[in-house]
């Protein structure tokens, strides 16, 4: 071909005139299916069909991985639904001609080949896949609101068969190479410096291509597809609302009702995608979250801190959980506590940690391996980041940054995990206070993404940027929010938690008040994640907010203090807890209060508003960010501000304003309504 032409593929004829057709995304650190790269891959393609060669291998040049997919900011800017269509028809037609190929093809994969990437993969022959932790293999759509739509609905369920694809495609599932080549996505599985002979071989070998066992058949029969439908519908909805989350709903409904013509279903795949993109609403919002994602991954992208070392102080719940996580990433942690009978118990846990996520002996004992008890702290002064974890009290952390300070290293972050002290307040002894940032995990730590990056005035802008360089290293995302007591996310909780508990007080049923929260979209109703976080910590948070904010707060949580009821952690809070699950009362589960929702939703958006109007972060789409990730507010919202914004600023100003003469001050409408 005319490799003058091209500005993304890279084609190579090697020794045994094997080809290989490298994508290199210009100008992009990541490969994406961009137009102008699936334009210049059918146009190679239409060059090789007339090609006589022994085999094709189709692999990425960048080191994070083979294809991330496709570029999704140039679907939202379609501005009609002919315009949606032609663009995923296209897209399938250029896979269609790699399938259509008369010599073997192959798909060389290394980190991540996930939606458009993967359905490319699933489009050539076969599928060589690196043997590492990094290699991750999916079609997510369905976390963007829409469903595979360039042919992967279609390949997926031939390749390994309805009920596993479906399986994955529902839950937006992502896997790692091993377990790929255990389902047969992947034909073979090897380390990184052995993929390309392995790739080589497999085309010299032309093996049968994989088939779908018969027992993974049997649902795509006509008797048993009507049912198989049924099936899965029913587990999806234990899991989201069809008017929330339609696309797994929609990806269901294609299949069940797929044609018997192959070509036909592509253009069935493609028209559900489509009327996705095009009717909905939350796939637009949910699109939306995904750019906010990636904005907060780039906040650290210029950062060149290499850290290697972290020593976390205090090995309760939060601290021996940041140092699993940080050793599970690779770094080497030492956890210190006053003995070591303190630490033993995070140790136990982080190896429970290791082997349920590494699946891997080898892998989960080199975590161990990097996870060292230190109660004489003697690793704080070959630490990189030091992240105190210890209990809320000013004094007592006070005392340990006297005690430790002197031991860092110059260009060591000093860092707090507080959720609730000002940074002012915790720095206001140290020799350089201007070295100490906040870095607020959340728990689970294992499960949550964000972690809240705290600065004061003084806050030295190289320990903030190492800071956000640091916990994007640990594969989590960065917020930076501006001091202030509770900072973001506890903040804008605390007046939802506490509306919810005021609910309580006046004879609402707790199971009633989650209900509507849930319809609303919450992961979780406010009263079992007040039993979740704990309602010491609850009340903890709440008095330092509302010595700060004027907060109102609930006798009946001091109550449950004093009778022992600290939530699951206690077996009992506003619930009974039984393996670690909530016992709810269903009759009070199907109860519909309109004001209840609003009460609750409104409280957590008008805090929101005051946060923005104070600039604890930079704008509405970090916030919107923080939140999500923070809390888990309804994503397919888009936000608690995109929220407001699409539900109108001035409706909700109006409600809360009826809200303020019904129930009282604390639903005021803030100042910052008038800028939205």
Known sequence: MDESNSTHWKLEEDEDQI????????????????????????????????????????????KNGFLAGADITEFTGLKTTEAAFEKLRYGQDVFSKIENLSFPTVALIHGFCLGGGMELALACDYRVAEKSEKCKLGLPEVRLGIHPGYGGAVRLPELIGDLPALQLMLAGRVIRSRQARRMGIVD???????????????????????????????????????????FLQQQVSKKVRPEHYPAPFRLLALWKDFSSDRKQRFVEEANSVTELFANESSTQELVRVFTLQEHMKSLAKDSTFTPKHV???????????????????????????????????AIKRAHALFDKKLRSKHLSTAAKD???PDHRAIGASK????IEAIFENLEAKRELYAQIEPQLHKKAILATNTSSLPLEDLSAELKDPSRLVGLHFFNPVAKMQLVEIIHAEHTNQTMLDNAAGFVKKISRLPLPVRSSPGFL???????????????????????????????????????????VVGLDICSHVGKVLADAFNLTTSNRLQQKLDQGELGRKSSQGFYHWKNGKAVKQKNNTDKSNPDVQDRLILSLVNECVKCLDENLVADADLLDAGVIFGTGFAPFRGGPIQHARTAGAEQLRDRLNQLQQSCGERFKASDGWQNL
């Open 19 to 62: 080809l290989w057709l490298c994508l290199d995304k210009a100008d992009s650190s990541t490969n994406v299916l961009s137009k102008e790269v699936l334009q210049e891959l059918e146009s190679i393609l239409d060059q090789l069909s007339s090609k006589n060669a022994p085999g094709l291998i189709i692999h990425s040049a960048k």
């Open 370 to 372: 990097r996870l060292i």
């Open 188 to 230: 073979a599985v090897t380390p990184y410096r052995q993929l390309r002979v392995t790739a080589k071989a497999m085309i010299s070998s032309r093996k049968a291509k994989q088939k779908p066992k018969f027992l993974h058949t049997l649902p795509s029969y006509p008797l048993a597809r009507p049912l198989t439908a049924k």
């Open 383 to 386: 630490a990189d980041v030091v």
């Open 489 to 531: 996310v506890n903040r804008i909780l605390m007046p939802y938690i506490m509306e919810a508990i005021t609910l309580v007080d006046e004879g609402i049923a707790p199971e009633q008040i989650d209900t509507a929260a849930l319809k609303f979209g919450m992961p979780m109703g406010p009263i079992e994640l007040a039993d």
């Open 311 to 345: 020593h976390v102080v205090g090995a309760g719940i939060m601290g021996g959980d940041i140092a699993a996580w940080c050793a599970m990433q690779g770094f080497q942690v030492t956890l210190q506590d006053r003995e070591p009978k303190y630490i033993g118990p």
